[in-house]
């Protein structure tokens, strides 16, 4: 049965909510093998959950460990290890800054495992196109981790600062409300862990730099894991875009030591505040409308379905102007590498105002990216030793928790509340960029 234009309209069970749109007679007809998808979701959500939990308990296995040995009057080490070699070295001594940094490491790989079980999941889908894709990501990956973070770390036993329990304590509190918001507006945390480091505790912006990393890669494995499970994220349209994000990571990784980082932080942020008017001026939108599907996003099947637990209902959308926000993912990706942040509001906007998809799909598809991402530069800030233990590691918890909360919080809010809550972040980050452009951060 056809339209008066000869479109076959989308069928969708009660209770489906749908933009008003149609499809042509050239779309994929719908997948029959829902099992097999659900399956593929709970499994990626599974994986990100023991990475994070794992990450978790062996961090705290090497902090407790540390302070025992304070305790007991046997000085600890003060020197924490840089690559994969002393880590491995202090393991086998049981020294407690390698088992932190073990831990801190699984947490970075959480990402990269994701990826790697992905493709196994989308074999067993026999999805072809998504295979290739998704070992596309990975061969990125793996060429950033390997290849490039040797060439441009600088290996060595690097100093540790003596930061008492107090200081590690708020700054993990301080975490757990930069992963909330994260977990909420999409975004990796940094935006406040970077200033709260660097003005509160003095810490060096190397080093804020690679605790944002961690905070990232913590916001988008803990928040993830819930958002996957939930159906909330579009995995197709995530797996293609970050073909463009870690690309543009590695890219901007390379370019991080011939530019001028204070010049790029100054345009960024001017380019974020521009970026910012659209979705400021469909503030009060509900629902993306009059969205047509672009042609590749028939090809790719990105369309999708998301239940929404606020209205009850199944919420249906297209997505438009695949070509454009690729070219930003990949923009996102540069900054990214460039200034060592998730890039997330980069990520949200791309989708939001591009692709035109609702907020919250667009907020949980960026979560589900920004991680990957992250990895993609996370080896070559580990290997130029600016991932110190005992800042990271209460990052990392603090902003795992604050994310999971984010997560349960998120699918009970409407998409106009969302984007009241990310317009500010965009705004701050923005004034973020440009103070530390201007040197005042």
């Known amino acids: ?167 590690l304590l708020f700054i993990g509190l301080s975490s757990v409300i930069a992963g909330f918001i994260g977990a909420l507006a999409g975004l990796g945390g940094g935006v406040f862990i970077v200033p709260i480091l660097t003005l509160i505790f003095h810490v060096s912006f190397a080093t804020a730099i690679g605790a944002s990393i961690v905070s990232v890669i913590a916001t988008s494995s803990g928040a993830a894991a819930a958002y996957v499970r939930d159906r909330m994220t579009n995995l197709r349209v995530g797996m293609f875009l970050e073909i463009a994000t870690t690309a543009g990571a590695v890219c901007g990784a390379l370019l991080s030591s011939a530019l001028n980082d204070m010049v790029l932080f100054i345009v960024f942020g001017v380019i974020l505040l521009i970026s910012a008017i659209p979705l400021v001026l469909r503030l009060s939108e509900e629902l993306p409308r009059g969205v047509e599907n672009h042609k590749w996003a028939a090809w790719l099947r990105l369309p999708g379905t998301y239940s929404d637990l606020r209205t009850h209902q199944d919420v249906a959308y297209h997505v438009a102007h695949v070509r454009t926000g690729f070219g930003m993912m990949y923009v996102a990706g540069l900054i990214s590498g460039l200034l060592g942040i998730g890039s997330g509001t980069f990520k949200v906007l791309a989708m939001d105002t591009a692709m035109r998809l609702p907020m919250k799909v667009s907020t949980t598809t960026s979560n589900f990216m920004i991680g990957v991402t992250a990895a993609a530069s996370a080896g070559i800030f580990f290997q130029r030793g600016d991932m110190d233990p005992m800042i990271a590691a209460p990052v990392a918890i603090g902003v795992l928790g604050g994310s999971m909360f984010g997560a349960k919080t998120l699918n009970r809010l409407s998409n106009v509340h969302l984007k009241k809550v990310f317009v500010p972040m965009i705004v701050l980050v923005a004034l973020s960029m440009l103070a530390r452009g201007l040197g005042l951060l």
């Open 1 to 167: 049965m056809t339209d008066c234009c000869g479109r076959t309209p989308i069928r969708t069970r009660p209770g489906t909510v749908m933009q008003n749109i149609t499809i042509d007679d050239k779309t994929p007809p719908l997948r029959s093998d829902e099992g097999l998808i659900r399956k593929t979701e709970l499994i990626i959500s599974a994986v990100l959950r023991s990475g994070v939990l794992l990450s978790v308990a062996v961090i705290l296995a090497g902090v407790c460990y540390y302070y025992v040995l304070r305790l007991l009057g046997r000085a600890p080490p003060t020197t924490f290890p840089d690559t994969l070699a002393e880590v491995s070295t202090g393991l086998r001594a049981a020294e407690p800054m390698a088992i932190v940094t073990g831990g801190l490491l699984i947490l970075l790989a959480t990402p990269v495992l994701r990826v790697i079980v992905s493709i196994v999941a989308f074999a067993i889908e026999r999805d072809r196109t998504y295979v290739i894709i998704t070992t596309i990501v990975l061969a990125i990956l793996l060429f950033s981790i390997f290849g490039i973070g040797p060439y441009l770390g600088r290996p060595g036993m690097t100093d540790m600062p003596n930061n008492t329990f107090g200081v």
